[in-house]
């Protein structure tokens, strides 16, 4: 067991000031300075302060204090990155990094924008790419594009999870805490002491084991019968880790990690309806209004259908309530809503990784070397459930209740001939309504997904030369099994929407940095080349679609295609004094192209950018104040864009090479310690620009009708972010210190997608997106810290998360033809008391 050690305060002071610098990790050292510390971005320990690049990294302590425990955690967070959560499922996060978007996470046929590892280990698709992670050491966040050492799909950047290795060392870290909304948490960690030694028999093995567990009640009342409250949390993570160390220089680090949801989603809130007609004349309320009319009229014609009275009237009349009442609150989170199927979504992720070590030394001319192998299997399994809208539409016994208006459009197209009176196409009209039911939306989906990995590295320095060479391969299969249903009865009920795809890829590459010995050791110069070739293909499995108007036979197609890449890097930095950094780097990264398995049969080519970057990286008043800037612009080609359409009568998300964009932003991130126990943040971000070209929505009516996408689409992030913080030592006692953490994050308001877009009765439409507000989040810590206990320390912290009760929308979807707008909303406020213990 260690003894107490006495407290500082200036390493967990400082940590806090590391989000908001793009250097990583600063510490206080004696006096108060600011000092770096070493980060792995360029696959080697080097300091921050030298790293070229634009990196912000959290240590455990920044980790702690913000509530991090995956990665949807870091949005909003840190200058540059923002976001959102994809509606109706859980932990599948589109990170944006620059402007530069993720798109759909929860479509499987599309690869991140911004490459997510954990432990060196490429996680290679958003869905459940956001699960908890059992014990979190650091996460380096780099901005721009990372082609060279982290391969495709890293066009906006890259994110390293880093998680604790064994100490070899007995060690326990347990967290509890309770909360508002009935939150609990758990968080139990143990090392233990080594078993042998390194270099004698076996050598030494250690190991670590970690679990948390998080729960929380749902945060908005179901008013519909027996369902279960909206966005709940039940999410639970493990972790194992092994060290074995046959020699000092040679040594095998296996980890097992395994995280698990069983959560009801969030409420997807109808906030407003699109216009029937496309002109934008004719609003869904007005149409229902004039349709009720006209049943009212021919209910009163004797003979006519006795259903138009006992169960159309009533139901076009709990149709108008229901929707005048969503258009009545309008945008603004509710405390409730309603489901005819409560949103349901379950996460089962596995992880294998497996690295080998040789420090091999000296070799000759190859100077200083480290040879590595990084083998990993990843599996992912989750299925989501349910209403991706809160308009409760379930028949009563009677078989009234609030239908889509598109059921009662169409009843009044079918009455219409008739005058009121019924015929075959009719009743099997009502049929369809009775067996399936009127309700606006249903999701049902099962995911698999299996990946393997195997990366090979080659890290050498010599007096002038470091550098890395390495050979990657992966290969991932998918499945992905749909039955969803929209606007019942008139799409039929569930029909199968199943594709299967699989990518197999392999690339080479390199980099060295290169110290002529010019200027005084103070010129180097980075270059990096990355070579990569993949296979992508697909097997589409549309199953028959049956409604009440026909039949849509199945549909089935294999698909292939090709795809390689040449991304690179140029950097000359200077270090124009002791504490004064200044780089110019050149980067290219390039995004995998495929198929689109949510719309059949529909590819989608590769993305490309190239970024020009000027950052400087310093630190003024003897090390207590640390300055890190970047300017940037970058020509992004082929951007693949999401979007949700609904022409088809399914909501589906459509990916289209939207041309190309070139923008420009930069960040301003400063740190200071005026006092020994006080760090004081502020980080600055800002990104201007959206397309320059964007493919035209045209109808189908002839002739053609056509509108300039390019005119209207925008940049789906935010221009401006802003955070601030403090982390302040207010007073030591006999007991212990007492901390204070206060955090401030801005976003300005943004479009929550680059367009919305339909065609209706042959017209292209463009709709007004709904936009997501500004919003300031204000979070604060206060702890009791270092209380000595036994052997150990114990910490007891008061917490709260946007105690503004800021009331922010995430995303927005506009359904288009199918005619909702729906939100989902951040959480409230919420607030709690943890209780920590490190021995």
Known sequence: MQSPKTFSPRPLALALSLALTPTALPVLAQGGALEEVVVTAQKREESSQDTPISITALSESNIENRGINNSEDLIGQIPGVSGYDSPGSRAATAINMRGVSGGAPANLSLDPAVALYLDGVYVGKQVGSAMDVAEIERIEVLRGPQGTLYGRNSTGGAVNFITKKPTGEFGLRA???????????????LDLPAIGTAGEGLGELAVNFGYQTRLRDGLYDNDSPGGDDFDEMDRQAWRFAARWSLTDSLYVDYAYDNSKLDEVGALQQTVGFTSVDPAGNIGRIQALQGTLAAAQGWAAIPGTDPRISERWIPSLQETIAAYQKAENQGQGRASSGMADFTPKSVNDVDGHALTLTWEAGEL??????????????????????????????????????????????????????????????????????????????????????????????????????????????????????????????????????????????????????????WMDERLSFTAGLRYTEEDKTIDYDYAEVVSPFGVTPARAVSR????????????????????????????????????????????????????????????????????NAALYTYTYDDLQVSQVKTDGGAATTQITNAGSAERWGGELELAAAPLEDLIVSLGYSYVHGDFEEYPDVCGTNVPVTCVDGSSEASRASPGTQLTASLDYIF?????????????????????????????????????????????????????????????????????????????????????????????????????????????
């Open 364 to 517: 000759g001319f190859l100077g200083d070397v480290t040879f590595r192998s990084i083998s990993a299997l990843r599996d992912l399994e989750t299925s989501v459930f349910g209403d991706l809208e809160d308009i409760d539409s379930r028949q009563d016994g009677n078989g009234i209740g609030a239908y889509s208006d598109l059921v009662h459009l169409t009843l009044a197209q079918l009455y219409g001939p008739s005058s009121g009176f019924a015929y075959p196409l009719l009743d099997g009209m009502w049929d369809s309504i009775s067996d399936i039911g009127a309700f606006h939306t249903k999701q049902n989906t099962v995911t698999r997904y299996e990946q393997w990995s195997q990366e090979l590295q080659m890290v050498g320095s010599t007096e002038r030369l470091d550098y890395v060479l390495g050979l990657y391969y992966f290969e991932d299969e998918g499945e992905y099994r749909r039955n969803a249903t929209f606007a019942a009865p008139l799409n039929g009920d569930a029909a199968a929407q199943n594709y299967d795809n699989a990518t197999d890829a392999w690339a080479a590459f390199s980099q060295a940095t290169w110290t002529p010995g």
């Open 731 to 839: 007073a030591r006692t006999s007991i212990g210190e007492v901390r204070g953490y206060l955090q401030a994050n801005y976003q300005e308001d943004w479009p929550e997608n680059s367009l919305w877009s339909a065609v209706i009765s042959g017209e292209p439409v463009i709709y007004d997106r709904q936009g997501m507000d500004a919003r300031t989040l204000v979070d604060a810590r206060l702890s009791l810290e270092n209380i000595a206990l036994g052997d150990g320390v114990l910490r007891i912290t008061a917490w709260g998360k946007n105690l503004l009760d800021d009331d922010y929308p995430t995303f927005a979807i506009n359904f288009g033809s199918l005619g909702l707008i729906t939100e989902q909303y951040g959480p409230p406020r919420t607030y709690g008391l943890e209780v920590a213990y490190d021995y």
């Open 175 to 189: 967290k509890a805490g309770v909360g508002n909304y009935n939150y609990r948490q758990f968080k139990g960690n």
């Open 560 to 627: 292939a295609n090709d795809f390689s890449n040449v991304s690179g890097n140029f950097t000359v930095a200077l270090q124009a004094t002791e504490d004064l950094n200044t780089y110019f780097r050149y980067s290219t990264g390039y995004r995998s192209g495929g198929f689109n398995g949510e719309i059949f049969d529909n590819p989608y080519e590769e993305e490309s950018i190239e970024q020009f970057e000027l950052g400087v990286k310093s630190d003024w008043w003897d090390n207590r104040l640390r300055v």
